[in-house]
């Protein structure tokens, strides 16, 4: 399969840790009762290329959850790291078509990206 176009118009899945452990607590915060994403789960590690998300249009948040008793999804507008400069580019692997990249370090933009949650997916 050709790599898909990610464009303005796309949908991104992000997981993120939900576990009450003290390690996991800096990945969430809760908003209402329910756990949503904070910046440290838009933060890529040194040694990334990029920060791993899914596109939505080729998978389900189900999909991407994978363990939902440890795991959430939260969902992002593509069009945000782009328009703030970023390459959002399709990186099928192996064992899952649907992924990608948010090109670059993405500290600078991880609490614009936490703010631009549009949904929060827990199974």
């Known amino acids: 399969m050709p790599n898909y176009l ?12 939900i576990l009450d452990e003290p ?8 908003d209402n009762g329910k756990k949503i994403p904070s910046s440290a789960t838009f933060k890529t590690k040194p040694n990334e290329d990029g920060l791993s998300v899914n596109i939505a249009a080729l998978t389900s948040p189900k999909e991407t959850v994978g363990n939902a008793k440890e795991f959430g999804v939260a969902e992002i507008s593509a069009s945000i790291p782009i328009n ?3 390459q959002c580019k399709h990186d099928p692997k192996h064992d899952n078509n649907s992924h990608a990249l948010i ?16 949904q929060v997916f827990q199974f």
Request: charged share 25%.
């Open 6 to 17: 990610i464009t303005n118009v796309d949908f991104l899945y992000r997981r993120f840790p």
């Open 23 to 30: 390690k996991y607590a800096l990945f969430w915060k809760l």
């Open 84 to 86: 703030l400069g970023y």
């Open 103 to 118: 090109i670059g370090d993405t500290n600078p933009i991880a609490k614009k990206l936490s703010k631009a949650v549009t």
